[in-house]
């Protein structure tokens, strides 16, 4: 099994930033994939970001050029940097973890992101 630890969340100004990080335990070996997502108040979880064992990442249109996610192998840490932060960024962030199928190993218990206008 795997677990997920996210941390980093909180209440930021529009136009500021903040990081996320997603600590892995466990069975760290059948990741092959860790992403973000986000779910607003009445809205759908959604993707936001997501990279690969070999470095290749993935970003929401909405987040392009302002949210950077990144790994820490030796730390089997997942980082998301969100710069330029905006009112509707703010969301409970959830990360997970997906094997080579594509299957998903675990989610983590989420944290809140609150951008203020």
């Known amino acids: 099994q795997v677990q997920l630890v996210e941390s980093g969340g909180g209440l930021v100004q529009a136009g500021g930033s903040l990081r996320l990080s997603c600590a892995a335990s466990?069975?760290?070996?059948?990741?092959?994939?860790m992403g973000w997502y986000r779910q607003a108040p009445g809205k759908q979880r959604e993707l936001v970001a997501t990279?690969?064992?070999?470095?290749?990442?993935n970003y929401a249109d909405s987040v392009k050029g302002r949210f950077t996610i990144s790994r820490d192998n030796g730390k089997n840490t997942v980082y998301l940097q969100m710069n330029s932060l905006k009112p509707e960024d703010t969301a409970v962030y959830y990360c997970?973890?997906?094997?080579?199928?594509?299957?998903?190993?675990?989610w983590g218990q989420g944290t809140q992101v609150t951008v203020s206008s």
């Open positions: 990279i690969t064992n070999g470095g290749p990442t």
């Open positions: 466990g069975s760290i070996r059948s990741i092959n994939a």
């Open positions: 997970n973890a997906n094997n080579r199928y594509a299957v998903v190993l675990s």
